[in-house]
C-alpha cells in the first residue's frame, strides 16, 4: 500500500470510476493499445470512438481484466478490479454470445444478479422480480418469458442492458450497445443512458455514428492504438483530432462528419 | 436381477453419465473436444496399466485418464491460442498424437488378456454382469453398477452444484469471467469430468461409441426444447431409452449391443431433427406451405377483386388448374369468396379487407 502511488483523484478527493496509467496491451508482437493514459469522470456519459482496429474493444477487456496487460495500471474506483467487480456493469458485443442458447430474456436478466448472489446460491423470486422490473426499463416486459432467438436484434439489446442494470452497478462499461440496431432500441438506449446519468451512475460506451457522439455524450475519448485526446465534447471532439485519429482512411470524415461536428460542437 | 435388467442399467447408466456433461459440450460447441478426449485418455489407461504392472485399479485409471483428458483439452488451447491455426485444427492435431502413443503401448503388452484394441474402442458390454465387485473380500454386487452409478451421482452433483455458473459460463465467458466465476476452472473441471467419464464408460461401449453417448442426446435434447435444465433431463432420458432400444435391437438381430445403442440414439436424433416442434423440419415444411397457401388466397382474393377474370388467373400466377382450383376452394371455404347468381365470383366484405391489406403489384 505504502509503495504504491498515489490513487489518481478527482477534483473532489474521489478516485475517478476508470484510471488508466501506461496501459500496453499486445497481441504477440502488435501493439494494440500504446501507452494509454486516461481517466473517466465520474457521473458522465462517455464515448469511446475511433476506427476499426483502435483497440477500443481491447481497451474495454482490459480494464475488466479479461485481456492480459502487457505493463501498465488500469484502477477502478481507486481500487484493483478484483476488488471492485460488483461495482461494474459490461454489456460485451451482441455477437459475443450464442443467442440459440436455450433460455429466456427474463433468465438472461437474472444472470446479471449472479454476482450478488455469489457461489452456489440460486436465484429466487426477489432476483426474478427485480429481473422483470429492469426488463420493463427497457420496454421488454412483454417478451420476459420468449426464448432468446426469437428476439430481434434490438430486442437482445435490450436484454442485454437490462441485464447490466440487474448488476445495479455504479460504473457501466457497454461494448457498441447502437451496434446494428433499430430506432425504437437507439431511443431506448438513450433514455437509459440520460437515466443513469441521472441517478450519478458512470457510463463508458463504444461508440461507432460519429454524427450522434455530440448529443448523446458529455466526453469522448478518441482512440487509435494511442489515446488521441479525451474531455468534454466540445472541447475535444474537433475536425483536426477526428482527422489525427481516422487519419485519411476514411474520406468523408474530412469533409462531412467533420462539418457536423464542429457545427455541434459549437451549438 | 436378469442379466438383460443389469446390461440395460449400465448401459443406461453410462448414457446418463454422458449425457449431463456431454449437454454442455453441445451447447459450448465443443462437441469434438469429447471426440478427442475419448481417443486420448487411452493413453492415460495404458500408462496407469504399464506403470502398476497390470493392475485394473479403477481409481488409478480414471485419474490417469483424467490426467491425459485434462492434458489433451491444455494442449489444444495451447496450439489454438498461438493464433496459427484454429479450433478444430488445434483438436485434429492434438488428439492422434496422444492417442497413437496409447495404440503402439498397448500394442507392446501382447501377453495381456485385460486390454487390447478391440476392447478399447468397442467395449463389451455384455460381460457386465460377469464382473463383481470385491472389497475387503466381501461382495458388493456387480461392478458396472457401482462404477457407472458412480459416475453419474458424481456427474449429477457436479451439474447440479454449479448449475447456475455452467449456464452463465457457457452462455457468457466474458460476464462470468467480469463477476468473478472462473470460467476457465469450472472449463477443466467439465472436461476432467468428461475424461473421467469417457474412462468409465470405456467397459460398456468403448473409445468410440463413448462419442454418441456424450454428444447424441445432448444434440437431440436441443431440438427439443428451450430451457436448459429441461435439455439436460431430456438429454438423461434419450440417453436411458437409446440403452433400452439398444438392447432389445442387438438381442433381436444378435448384433453387437453397444453398437445398437449407439444406432438408437442417432435413430431418435434423426426423429427429432424431423419432428421438433421448433427446429424440426416436419413443421417447417409445413409452416411454410400454409404460408404459402395463405399468400396463394390473398393474391388470388386481391386480383378478383381488381377486377381480374379468374379464367386467366392460372396463366397471370403460372399456377397449375389444379393450384387455382384448391385455391379457389380454400378461399370459397374461408368466406372471402362466394358464389352468385349461379356461377359468378364476388368478393366478400372480409375478402376485400384481405386484398386491401395486400400488395397486388400493380
Known amino acids: 500500500m505504502i509503495d504504491r502511488p498515489p490513487n489518481p483523484a478527482t477534483t473532489d478527493g474521489g478516485a475517478y470510476p476508470i484510471s488508466v496509467r501506461d496501459l500496453i496491451v499486445a497481441y504477440r508482437s502488435t501493439p494494440v493499445l500504446w501507452d494509454i ?81 455469489g457461489w452456489f446460491r440460486r436465484p429466487g423470486r426477489r432476483e426474478r422480480e427485480n429481473a422483470m422490473s429492469c426488463l420493463t426499463q427497457v420496454g421488454m416486459a412483454d417478451l420476459a418469458s420468449r426464448q432468446i432467438s426469437q428476439l430481434s436484434g434490438g430486442q437482445q439489446q435490450r436484454v442485454f442492458l437490462a441485464r447490466a442494470l440487474a448488476q445495479a452497478a455504479d460504473l457501466y462499461i457497454m461494448d457498441e450497445p447502437f451496434a446494428g440496431v433499430d430506432a425504437v432500441t437507439e431511443r431506448a438506449i438513450v433514455e437509459l443512458l440520460q437515466r443513469l446519468r441521472a441517478d450519478g451512475k458512470t457510463v463508458v460506451v463504444v461508440h461507432h455514428d460519429l454524427q450522434t457522439v455530440p448529443d448523446y455524450f458529455e466526453d469522448v475519448a478518441l482512440l487509435n492504438v494511442r489515446l488521441i485526446a479525451a474531455g468534454p465534447v466540445a472541447e475535444v471532439f474537433t475536425p483536426d483530432n477526428l482527422a489525427a485519429t481516422y487519419g485519411g482512411r476514411i474520406a468523408f470524415i474530412d469533409a462531412e462528419a467533420a462539418a457536423v461536428a464542429s457545427a455541434r460542437s459549437a451549438r | 436381477m436378469s442379466f438383460a435388467a443389469i446390461i440395460i442399467l449400465t448401459g443406461a447408466l453410462t448414457a446418463i453419465s454422458c449425457a449431463l456433461v456431454g449437454s454442455f459440450l453441445v451447447l459450448r460447441r465443443t462437441a469434438m473436444v469429447g471426440d478427442a478426449i475419448s481417443h486420448s485418455v487411452l493413453l492415460g489407461i495404458v500408462t496407469v496399466f504399464w506403470l502398476t504392472n497390470g493392475s485394473r485399479n479403477e481409481i488409478l485409471m480414471v485419474l490417469g485418464a483424467g490426467t491425459v483428458g485434462l492434458l489433451t483439452v491444455y494442449l489444444i488451447e495451447l496450439v489454438r491460442s498461438s493464433g496459427r491455426v484454429r479450433e478444430d485444427a488445434a483438436i485434429g492435431l492434438v ?99 468428461v475424461s473421467a467419464t469417457t474412462v468409465v464408460a470405456f467397459d460398456s461401449v468403448g473409445a468410440i461409441l463413448v462419442v454418441a453417448m456424450l454428444i447424441v442426446p445432448g444434440a437431440t435434447a436441443y431440438l427439443l426444447t428451450d430451457r436448459l435444465g429441461v435439455m439436460i433431463a431430456l438429454a438423461c432420458g434419450v440417453g436411458a431409452l437409446s440403452a433400452w432400444g439398444g438392447y432389445v435391437v442387438a438381442s433381436a438381430y444378435d448384433a453387437s449391443i453397444s453398437g445398437a445403442m449407439a444406432t438408437v440414439a442417432g435413430g431418435i436424433l434423426v426423429l427429432a431433427v424431423l419432428g421438433s416442434p421448433r427446429h424440426g423440419v416436419v413443421v417447417r415444411a409445413w409452416t411454410r406451405a400454409r404460408l404459402r397457401r395463405r399468400f396463394d388466397v390473398r393474391l388470388l382474393v386481391a386480383h378478383l377483386a381488381g377486377g381480374s377474370d379468374p379464367d386467366h388467373l392460372s396463366e397471370q400466377f403460372r399456377w397449375s388448374p389444379s393450384t387455382v382450383r384448391r385455391t379457389l376452394d380454400l378461399a370459397l371455404r374461408e368466406g372471402y369468396v362466394e358464389r352468385r347468381d349461379g356461377d359468378r365470383l364476388t368478393v366478400t366484405p372480409a375478402g376485400a379487407a384481405l386484398a386491401a391489406g395486400t400488395d397486388t403489384g400493380r
Open chain 1, 37 to 117: 493514459h486516461l481517466d473517466i469522470r465520474p457521473g458522465r456519459l462517455t464515448a469511446i470512438v475511433g476506427p476499426n482496429g483502435a483497440g477500443k474493444s481491447t481497451m474495454l477487456k482490459a480494464i475488466l481484466g479479461l485481456v492480459p496487460v502487457s505493463s501498465g495500471r488500469i484502477e477502478i474506483f481507486g481500487g484493483p478490479y478484483r476488488e471492485m467487480r460488483r461495482q461494474v456493469a459490461y454489456v460485451p458485443q451482441r455477437s459475443s454470445v450464442d443467442w440459440d442458447f436455450p433460455t429466456t430474456a427474463i433468465d438472461v436478466v437474472m444472470m446479471g444478479q449472479y454476482g450478488q448472489l
Open chain 2, 95 to 193: 488428439f492422434p498424437v496422444l492417442f497413437s502413443i496409447g495404440v503402439i503401448m498397448v500394442s507392446r503388452f501382447p501377453q495381456t488378456v485385460h486390454i487390447d484394441v478391440q476392447h478399447v474402442l468397442y467395449g463389451e458390454i455384455a460381460f457386465a454382469p460377469l464382473r463383481r465387485l470385491e472389497l475387503f473380500g466381501a461382495d458388493l454386487g456387480y461392478r458396472s453398477l457401482w462404477v457407472l452409478g458412480g459416475m453419474a451421482a458424481i456427474n449429477l452433483a457436479f451439474v447440479t452444484l454449479f448449475y447456475k455458473e455452467l449456464k452463465l459460463s457457457t452462455f457468457d465467458r466474458g460476464l462470468a469471467a467480469t463477476l468473478g466465476f472462473a470460467p476457465l476452472a469450472l472449463h477443466y473441471a467439465l472436461m476432467g469430468l
